[in-house]
């Protein structure tokens, strides 16, 4: 079960990574995002040596995930306003401008 | 606070060029006699000063002096001193002369205060080529070609140095000069270090076969120059053998051997080919040659004897102030008397050139006749029974002959008077230098060295006698002979060796010169192959542009993140496996 | 002191962000010296004192520790120096008209915070937490205000942090149930043959390398430190790359350095050397100063990881040489971002063609950017050449020569790019468009940019006092014996 668990977090991850790189418009990669931090999130509840430390740790490191998150978003508002437009990541931006 | 004091003397002539380049001419050209003067503070006062720990500077240079390099360091400011103060009229003619000396001067104080081979390699680089610039001073062609000869001589003998430091330091604790001295005497390569050592410093020092550049250099710099060259800067090659080489760890009896013979052999052939010579610098030049022949000889005595060795090395210490201030006298006197108009002018610098001479050739009472005495002391101590005072005798005769020769030369001279708009030098400068001459020598060892006997009045009163008189009446016979029958000396060219070099090198140009078209042709298709390639390159840059392209597009970072995350977890599992 | 160096950045960045606009710089500029005066207390604590960890229980939670040593106190010293000095170039050198944005000044206390708490961290959960502050902070400050490239480049930038993040989250997860503790000193000998903890090691490594970052995961690091602001590039080429170094070190060389032999130093090793080869290709080519220089940042952070090998192979240099990098590295780097923005605004572009003459035109910018190419190329008496002769010496004494080829090479294409960019500097009259030579300028800023290249050069001066600070409470010692 707790193997089980445990791969599932790391598909998690994998997905989300997948999504964040692969995704070609900002909505993609928020879902990226998310299952990027629910796959650390289930990862750390599985991993945590004894109940208590787990509740705590995985509270923390929840919060900090959402906290990421929502500056994700915030981040791709700005940049659709500045661009006018979904933000496109593909090429360095360095080589746009 | 003892650190001012012993980094002074180092940095002051930094300083000074400092001050002469921003602000040249006369009213700051007299910081050229003041520059070395913290130098002679400090070897006086040597014991009264603790040499300060540099730990916080870059590399940790270690300084020091023992009595011996206080001796050495007290010849090198005196003469120094009084040269700078016969420089300024020539710094104030041409710029960059001022920067050369400075320098030169640093780098000599600096290499007889240094406790690692680090800082003492640093130092004798510095002197080296800043003295290039003093050789090549006047420009003319002469003296080009002599800055050239003694650039590549000097350049190839640190090579060998940097080589022999290298593989003596390889097997040493530290870096400390005792400690490398201590590692050769029990290094595997004890011989091949030792013979990279005597080649390294035996070409400043002017060994014969290394000496060719200079009779050539040492005449080509103007008169001051000559005078620190000769009295103060070829004493490194000296201080180089007496504090690198395994000098009372134990006997190295081949090597004694072939340094005293050595010794010898340059004692009387730079008498010999200086006979030869016209010009008076330049047979001062082969005098230097000849007399560093001296204390080559006491270093192969040093080497022969461990017990023997703290007396050879002070008497070689000694022989080298002799030496240093007696030349020092006689080029400045050399360099003042063509500009010396004034009948009594002339004839004080002809008797001090007289008086110099007759102390290198170790006249009575001489400082001559002291540093001799304390070379056979030595001599007696380590090689007793054998016919090396004899000889070392007979080589005086030589000196004798050379330096009666340089007074007659001198006297035929057409005494001119002094390019116009120039004040004549005075000679108070040079007066101090020769009571110093007179006193320095019999008198500064045994109070510092007191391993050295002091001499009983045979040794410097009725021994040197012989020796100078058969020289004295050889050089009136051959006068007479010259003036009755007409019998010249045969005349080398100055350099002697060189010239043949120079042959052989002109002799391969012209060969290569007949290979040259055929060589040009290859040159230019090998040219035209690299520009090839380097196109080709270019046109690759491209691929590279277009690669960091791909490497900094968003999908390859993530690919790039689960790749080096895979290559990660194999690096790890792999030891599981 | 390391609490005190870690709340008053991090309580300074809350009140300043409560107060007027025109009270925030001020504001900070005090909190940053009070920060450097703790800073430099501390520092002399550990030199006295010698090293401390300091075990803060909380309930719950594993506790969090804080280590003082050496290496933590002197990038706590460095790092709120240069933050000091770049927000004194901030209020002094103005881009375009305006100075820094009023949220540039809570954001950079925000940062420094972070950083420090990277610098002391001894725990990995403790070391998580003060990399999201890092990351976010540091994308907002790339971000702020800026045009669309500006934020495509900041948003690039924080994915890549959060990714890092999250990876090194779950990694140290997995390590802490494999050993059941996830203080970095306590993992020695624990994680063993544990498929959990090995797969952890591998994952929180994935993401400290995605951070530092070293090549191929450098793809968002060149657009992120070009386009930043010229007040925040410094902090972020300087100080933000070796925050995750630091975290990287401390877990191979003094926590499981057992483990990572010989397999995965070898790779790490492998991929730094690509980083310093490929970085200064890459740097020999591009056409802007800017992206030079964070080429260069590229190459020097693979000078970096080439010593996790050595150290991990039981060198005290290559721990010294790593953490004496770190170091040397970060204030000539500043400088030359400072001096390359002055002589860019002077000349009206940022090319390496554009800035031909600029030396002409303001000599005291264009002096620090020379003085801090010495430094970055490593020529002696810098801090960059006493960096990389221990680094050399490690590579030596442990028999892995190899790496002392690739730093010598590195060195010589540092070299060849900046001798690029300084070239120009130097070359001809500065002139304008039109042809006429203009009058030379120069400001309080450059003045910012020549002490920081100054101090550089210092470091190199006098090694012994950092070299003695580094080495205490290090895992491999060296002064001590030596």
């Known amino acids: 079960m707790t193997r089980a668990l445990l791969i599932l977090g790391g598909v998690g991850l994998l997905l989300g990574v997948i999504a964040l790189f692969g995704a070609p418009g900002s909505r993609g990669r928020l879902r990226g995002v998310l299952a990027l931090a629910t796959g650390a999130l289930l990862v750390v509840l599985l991993a945590a040596p004894d109940r208590a430390q787990a509740a705590l740790t995985v509270a923390l490191s929840g919060a900090t995930l959402a906290g990421l998150y929502v500056v994700a978003q915030l981040f791709e508002r700005a940049a659709a306003r500045k661009t006018g437009g979904d933000l496109r990541l593909d090429s360095d931006p360095l080589r746009r401008a | 606070m003892s650190v001012v004091w012993w980094l002074t003397p180092i940095l002051l002539p930094l300083a000074v060029a400092v001050v002469t380049t921003l602000r040249p001419g006369p009213r700051t050209s007299w910081l050229l006699a003041a520059a ?136 040493a604790p530290g870096l400390r000069m005792a400690e490398v001295a201590g590692a050769v005497a029990g290094s595997a390569n004890r011989d091949l270090v030792v013979a990279l ?75 010999a080919l200086g006979l030869t010579q016209r010009a008076p610098k330049v047979v001062l030049a082969y005098s230097s040659v000849s007399q560093m022949g001296f204390m080559t000889l006491l270093v192969g005595v040093a080497l022969a004897a461990p017990e023997a060795a703290p007396v050879a090395v002070a008497a070689a210490a000694v022989y080298a102030l002799h030496h240093g201030v007696a030349k020092a006298v006689l080029f400045v006197a050399v360099g003042l008397l063509p500009s010396a108009g004034g009948t009594w002018r002339r004839t004080a610098l002809l008797v001090g050139v007289a008086a110099a001479g007759l102390a290198l050739a170790g006249a009575p009472l001489s400082s001559g006749a002291y540093a001799k005495a304390w070379m056979k002391q ?58 110093a001459m007179a006193t320095l020598t019999p008198l500064l060892p045994p109070v510092l060295l007191p391993v050295l006997a002091t001499p009983d009045s045979g040794a410097v009163v009725a021994e040197p006698l012989w020796p100078l008189l058969l020289g004295l009446a050889i050089a009136g016979a051959v006068a007479l002979a010259q003036r009755r029958v007409g019998v010249t000396m045969p005349a080398l060219p100055a350099g002697d060796l060189v010239v043949v070099g120079e042959r052989a090198v002109a002799g391969v140009a012209r060969v290569l010169a007949l290979l040259a078209p055929p060589l040009t042709a290859a040159l230019s298709r090998w040219t035209r192959a690299v520009q090839g390639a380097a196109l080709a390159l270019g046109r690759r840059d491209e691929g590279l542009d277009r690669l960091e392209d791909l490497l900094t597009r968003w999908r390859t970072g993530g690919a790039m993140v689960a790749l080096v995350a895979v290559a990660l977890v194999i690096a790890l599992a792999m030891p599981l496996l | 002191m390391s609490l005190v160096v870690l709340a008053l950045p991090l309580l300074g960045a809350g009140v300043v962000a409560l107060v007027a606009a025109r009270w925030r710089s001020p504001l900070t500029l005090t909190v940053l010296v009070l920060t450097l005066l703790s800073g430099a207390l501390m520092a002399q604590g550990v030199g006295s004192g010698g090293a401390r960890v300091v075990t803060l229980a909380a309930v719950g939670l594993p506790a969090a520790v804080v280590v003082e040593d050496g290496l933590s106190a002197a990038l706590v010293l460095v790092s709120s120096g240069l933050a000091l000095a770049t927000a004194l170039f901030g209020v002094l050198h103005r881009d375009a008209g305006a100075g820094p944005p009023a949220a540039y000044w809570p954001l950079s206390l925000a940062l420094l915070a972070g950083l420090h708490g990277l610098f002391l961290a001894g725990d990995l959960l403790t070391a998580y937490l003060w990399l999201e502050v890092v990351a976010v902070a540091g994308a907002a400050l790339v971000a702020w205000r800026g045009d669309g490239a500006r934020m495509a480049a900041a948003t690039r930038y924080f994915y890549a942090e959060l990714v890092a993040s999250v990876t090194f ?314």
């Open chain 2, 36 to 171: 070395p003067v913290p130098a002679l503070v400090l070897a006086l006062a040597g014991p009264l000063l603790p040499a300060p720990a540099l730990s916080w500077l870059l590399l940790e240079p270690r300084l020091a002096l023992d009595p011996v390099g206080r001796v050495l360091l007290a010849l090198t400011a005196v003469v120094w001193i009084v040269a700078g103060v016969y420089a300024r009229t020539e710094a104030e003619q041409r710029g960059g002369y001022v920067e050369w000396w400075l320098l030169s001067l640093s780098g000599n104080v600096g290499l007889l205060l240094s406790d690692d081979i680090l800082t003492f390699y640093t130092a004798f680089v510095v002197m080296t080529l800043a003295a290039y610039g003093l050789v090549v001073h006047s420009r003319t062609v002469e003296a080009r070609r002599a800055g050239r000869v003694y650039l590549v001589l000097g350049v190839a003998g640190e090579t060998v140095l940097l080589a022999g430091l290298l593989l003596a330091a390889a097997d």
């Open chain 2, 197 to 271: 050592l005597l080649i390294g410093f035996g070409i400043k020092a002017g060994v014969i076969g290394l000496h060719v550049w200079l009779p050539l250099a040492h005449p080509a710099a103007p008169f001051a120059a000559s005078a620190v060259l000769s009295g103060a800067m070829i004493k490194a090659g000296l201080v180089g053998w007496l504090r690198l080489l395994p000098i009372g760890a134990l006997p190295l009896p081949g090597w004694s051997d072939l340094l005293v013979v050595l010794g010898l052999a340059t004692a009387v052939v730079g008498v």
């Open chain 2, 378 to 435: 030595a001599i007696d101590l380590a090689l007793p029974g054998t016919s090396v005072t004899t000889f070392a005798s007979l080589a005086a005769v030589g000196t004798t002959l050379l330096m009666a020769r340089l007074l007659l030369l001198l006297r035929a001279q057409r005494p001119g008077a002094g390019p116009a708009g120039r004040p004549t030098p005075g000679l108070g400068a040079w007066l101090t230098l020769v009571v």
């Open chain 3, 169 to 482: 989250l779950a990694g140290t997860a997995l390590v802490w149930s494999a050993t059941g503790t996830v203080v970095i000193t306590d993992l020695a000998g624990q994680v063993g043959d544990s498929t959990g903890g090995r797969l952890g090691l591998a994952l929180l490594t994935t993401g400290l390398l995605l951070k530092v970052p070293v090549v191929p995961l450098h793809f968002w690091l060149p657009a992120a430190h070009t386009l930043a602001p010229s007040a925040v590039s410094p902090l972020l080429s300087g100080l933000v790359v070796k925050s995750a170094f630091v975290i990287l070190l401390r877990t191979w060389v003094g926590g499981v350095p057992e483990v990572g032999q010989p397999t995965l130093a070898l790779l790490l090793g492998v991929l730094g050397a690509v980083a310093v080869l490929w970085g200064g290709l890459t740097a020999l080519r591009v056409e802007r100063a800017k992206v030079l220089v964070a080429y260069s940042t590229v190459s020097q952070l693979g000078l970096l990881l080439l010593a996790v090998p050595l150290a991990v192979a039981g060198s005290g240099e290559a721990w010294l040489g790593a953490a004496f990098h770190a170091i040397a590295h970060a204030l000539p780097k500043a400088a030359l971002l400072m001096a390359v923005a002055l002589l860019a605004h002077t000349m009206g572009g940022g090319t390496v063609d554009r800035l031909t003459g600029a030396a002409a035109r303001r000599p005291v910018a264009a002096f620090a950017a020379g003085l801090a190419a010495l430094s970055l190329v490593g020529l002696p008496p810098t801090g960059g050449f006493v960096a990389k002769w221990y680094l050399v010496v490690a590579s030596l004494t442990t028999g892995q020569w190899w790496w002392a080829a690739t730093i010598v090479a590195g060195s010589f294409l540092t070299a060849a790019y900046l001798a690029r960019l300084l070239q120009r500097f130097f070359r001809g009259a500065g002139r304008t468009v039109a042809g006429e030579s203009e009058p030379a300028e120069r400001g309080r800023a450059d003045v910012v940019a020549l002490g920081l290249a100054a101090a550089g050069l210092l470091l190199g001066l006098y090694p012994n006092a950092l070299l003695g600070l580094l080495d205490v409470g290090a895992p491999l010692g060296v002064m001590a014996r030596g």
